[in-house]
Every structure is written in structure tokens, then in C-alpha cells.
């Protein structure tokens, strides 16, 4: 799909970078309005930047589990969410008409969870307990993509301490951990405050990547001393209060939330344990999420040109391409050749790139054309056994996609540039 590729790939409608080149590369495959196939190399990347959440989640004592996607009404109307969240929650009845809604998130579900866990005590909080599944919401206009869609995957967090001072304080472990992704990512990302919406609580920050695209105003201190969306501030803020410089307004994409509950939720379910005085006590409670569909087309968004993809790196579908000789030039056998040898002693030398890596062996396409095509689906790195392959010694082209630059490197130097590259 090319050109004025709308919303869901038709003529006409808004589109955005991410989307149009997630569509042009054949990355995603949309369904229905906010609903799209993940293809291939959108899972693989997918899979890596989950994998990099696990890392980052149990850094802080996270465990993972699974809930289920249809929650029920029950649940819901006991929180009063079922009427404040309106038509946004998906709702469906089963064949004895009892009510249940598609999760849009898992307070209710996971609270009552652990409410049901009889003599739970003191000495086994803080619990901190997490799943990156499927949700849904029925978004009135879905639109970029898997920027605003109906159906998308998340990771989400809840946390159970003994005390509002330790639930305090997992909140900032929590932020920190999301800080440390997202630099891992190499995202210039923000963390503003926040309002806490329909999920509630006292304290809230959102993890924001400013792009024009975005649909959160944010209000910024040029010194960085201060941040914050703009809908917490009533138009009454206008400086910074530490600075006093005026605040500068930009647009950003929200690929984090975090909430500090208090016992919101745990008061509904009554979700207690027993205090080290054997007294019941509610918990106090977190709930952290990451987009992770969302932060996969933000990522694109806003390190892509307008022409390639550039990936964060360590999340890449696939971190090297390589390119052999057109098929019928002069260097084909010899070029052919020599790459075979190369991808072996990387396979040797550097095991943990042998299942990122992909051979373009289309050889009836020029190089020019290979390489164009290796640019639009966004390899960090192609190897290419062009015109120089054939010099004593061999000279093979590689193209550092995200550095914007080629280097002309011997199979020695190729390997010893590579044995930098990280994957999760």
C-alpha cells in the first residue's frame, strides 16, 4: 500500500509514517477498522521487546501470569467502572446471560484475585504481579495504525504492599524500571504528570515520546526541571516551578502510565492481610502498563525517515541482512562465495546472531533494488559482496541503517563491528 494510505490502507483518510510504513513493508494487515494481522517480523519484534519487559519486570520482583480477557460485569459494576468506562468497554453476554466485558485493563480481575487468598500475611508483600496480554477497547475513530486500535497488546503491572510508605516506593522502583526500558530502546522518551482518569488513584506519570502525531498536549520545561500533560493543569500553570521559565507546549505519543491506587480497588474486593499486629488491612496498591504494540509503531514513528524503518535496535525483527552478487555479474561465484563464509564464521564467533540474520538470496534483483527493500523492512545492518569483493583482500559494503552510514570493511572488521550488536 502506497501513497495516500489511509487509516486501514484505503485512499483518502489520515495516516502517519509509522502506518504507512508498516503497511508498504507488509509488517501488519489491517481487518477491520482498529483491528489488524500481525505479520511475521512484527512478531519477532514483538517477542523481543516482551522479552525485554520480562527482564526489566522481574528485575523488580514482578511474576508473570495470564487473566482472562472476559471479565466479569460483576466485577465491574462493584468498582463502578462498568458505567463511568461507557461505550468504550466491549460488552457481550454468554448463552445464560450473564454479562462480561472484553479487558481493557485488570484492576477489578486481579484484586479480587488476591482478596480470594485467605490468610494472606504481612511478611509475603510487597506482591507485584504482571501479564502482557490482549486487550481491547472500542475506540470511537481507531486511527495510525497500531498507534489508536481496538485490539492491542499490553503489559501490565499490579502491586500489593503492606503500607502507603512501601506502595510509595514500589511506585518509584516501578518508574525508574520504565525509565531504564525505554533508554534501553534508545527512545527520547518524557515522564510527565499526569491525571489519573478512569482507573483513579492519587498519583499518576505518563512516558510520552513527543511526536507531531501524538494526541497528548504536554507542557515542558526547556531546562527539564518540569513536565506534565496539559489536562492536569486547568490553563492555570504557565512557568516552570522551579525554574520559572515559560513552559513550551509539544505533542507526544503516551507509550506508559503509571498509577499509585491507594486502596481504591482493594477496599471494593476487600483485598486484606493480616498486619504484623494480626489486625486485617487493605492493601495498598499500584498499576503500571506499557503499550507494547503501541510502543513498537511509536518506536517507528519517531526514529523512521520518511522512506526506511529504523527500528530500535535491540528489538529489530532481524539485525543483519546480507546481499550477495547480482546473479550473472562478475563477482557472483566469488561473492557468492566469500559471504557464505562470512555468515559462517559469524555464526561461529557470534552464536547469538545466527537466528538474526537473513540471507537475500533474490540474486535476479540488482543489488540496488535488494537494498532498497532491506532499507523500507529496517535491518540495522546489511552486508553486501558488491563490486569490491573481488580486491585482495576482500572488501565487503556494510550499511549502518540507524548511523545513516556505509563502512568498507574486510570479513575480520565486518565480524568485530557486529560483536557489538546487543539482542535482548
Known sequence: VGGQAGSEGRPGEPTCRSQRLMLQAGLIHPTSPGCYCYLPPTVRAMEKLIKVMDQEMQAVGGQKLNLPSLCSAELWRASGRWDQMGPELFRLQDRHNHGYCLGPTHEELVTALVASQSGLSYRQLPLRLYQVTRKFRDEPKPRFGLLRSREFYMKDMYTFDASEQAARRTYEQVCHTYCRLFTRLG????????????????????????????????????????????????????????????????????????????????????????????????????????????????????????????????????????????????????????LEQVYDDLAQALPHLAGDSVLDDRSQLTIGKRLKDAKRLGYPYVVVAGKRVCEDPPVFEVWNQNASEVLFLSKEGVIELLSKVQVP
Open 187 to 338: 527512545l527520547p522518551f518524557v515522564k510527565v504528570r499526569a491525571a489519573t482518569g478512569s482507573i483513579g488513584g492519587t498519583t499518576s506519570h505518563e512516558f510520552q515520546l513527543p511526536a507531531d502525531v501524538g494526541e497528548d498536549r504536554l507542557a515542558l520545561c526547556p531546562q527539564g526541571h518540569f513536565a506534565a500533560n496539559v489536562e492536569m493543569l486547568n490553563g492555570e500553570q504557565t512557568s516552570c516551578p522551579t525554574c520559572g521559565e515559560k513552559l513550551t507546549e509539544s505533542k507526544g505519543i503516551e507509550v506508559g502510565h503509571t498509577f499509585y491506587l491507594g486502596t481504591k480497588y482493594s477496599s471494593v474486593a476487600n483485598a486484606v492481610f493480616s498486619s504484623a499486629q494480626n489486625k486485617p488491612q487493605l492493601a495498598e496498591m499500584g498499576c503500571y502498563g506499557l503499550g507494547v504494540t503501541r510502543i513498537l509503531a511509536a518506536s517507528i514513528e519517531v526514529l523512521s525517515t520518511e522512506d526506511s524503518i529504523r527500528w530500535p535496535s535491540l528489538i529489530a525483527p532481524y539485525q543483519l541482512c546480507f546481499i550477495p552478487p547480482k546473479r550473472g555479474s562478475k563477482e557472483e561465484e566469488e561473492g557468492a562465495a566469500l
